[in-house]
């Protein structure tokens, strides 16, 4: 099974600060194809998780632009530029190369 | 509205049974590989099975083989998932999602197995 590693596995942060998170996998997630299997979500509290990041650096619909992603191969990072409020819960990466699809282990983002 | 409802969670004891439904709406569901996501009280998340769009392929993480079957009907839009010999590592609130993006969640629901 493909190992996903975040780290943190918490962050606080100051509103309008920068905040990072680097995710790590155990086997590269570029297919042959060319496509990269690297997600990222946001888990609000009491609510489902959200896709914000596809194929590694891809907002999905609506998600704001202060939210960015890189990475390849078996290191990742996802970037929000600027911390608001609203963007407090737990983040996790993800990876669907492979099956069993595996998460990482969530990083949890809280505003100072 | 894209749209997964799940019901069917609860108390049950274990070794005991439960069927979980999955309700898709707004979307094309035949199109969609969906999958099955646990979530333990105060834990990550923990992808459990998924269904390829015709039912013709199914995968399951090693710590359901044998216990849970997936399954679909796409003349109802539906996902189910059959647990059967519950333990009380299973509980956890169960989700259906579209596989591979994973970009489609429902609320999900609770399944708490204990005596």
């Known amino acids: 099974d493909i190992v996903m590693t975040q780290t943190p596995l918490s962050l606080s942060v100051t509103p309008g600060q920068p905040a990072s998170i680097s995710c790590k996998s155990t086997?590269?997630?570029?297919?042959?194809?060319?496509?990269?299997?690297l997600y990222w979500y946001l888990q609000k509290p009491g609510q489902p998780p959200q896709l914000l990041i596809y194929?590694?650096?891809n907002r999905f619909s609506g998600v704001p632009e202060r939210f960015s992603g890189s990475g390849s191969g078996t290191d990742f990072t996802l970037k929000i530029s600027r911390v608001e409020a609203e963007d407090v819960g737990v983040y996790y990466c993800?990876?669907?190369?492979?099956?069993?699809?595996?998460f990482g282990q969530g990083t949890k983002v809280e505003i100072k | 509205e894209v749209q997964l409802v799940e019901s069917g969670g609860g108390l049950v004891q274990p070794g005991g049974s439960l069927r979980l439904s999955c309700a898709a709406s707004?979307?094309?569901?035949?199109?969609?590989?969906m999958s099955w996501v646990r979530q333990a009280p105060g834990k990550g998340l923990e992808w459990v099975a998924n269904?390829?769009?015709?039912?013709?392929?199914?995968y399951y993480v090693d710590s359901v083989k044998g216990r849970f079957t997936v399954s679909r009907d796409n003349a109802k839009n539906s996902l189910y998932l059959q647990m059967n010999s519950l333990r009380a590592e299973d509980t956890a609130v169960y989700y259906c999602?579209?596989?591979?993006?994973?970009?489609?969640w429902g609320q999900g629901t609770m399944v708490t197995v204990s005596s």
């Open positions: 194929e590694v650096s």
């Open positions: 086997q590269s997630l570029l297919h042959s194809a060319g496509k990269t299997y």
């Open positions: 707004g979307f094309t569901f035949n199109s969609y590989w």
């Open positions: 993800m990876q669907s190369i492979q099956l069993p699809r595996t």
């Open positions: 269904i390829k769009q015709d039912g013709s392929e199914k």
């Open positions: 999602a579209s596989d591979e993006a994973f970009d489609i």
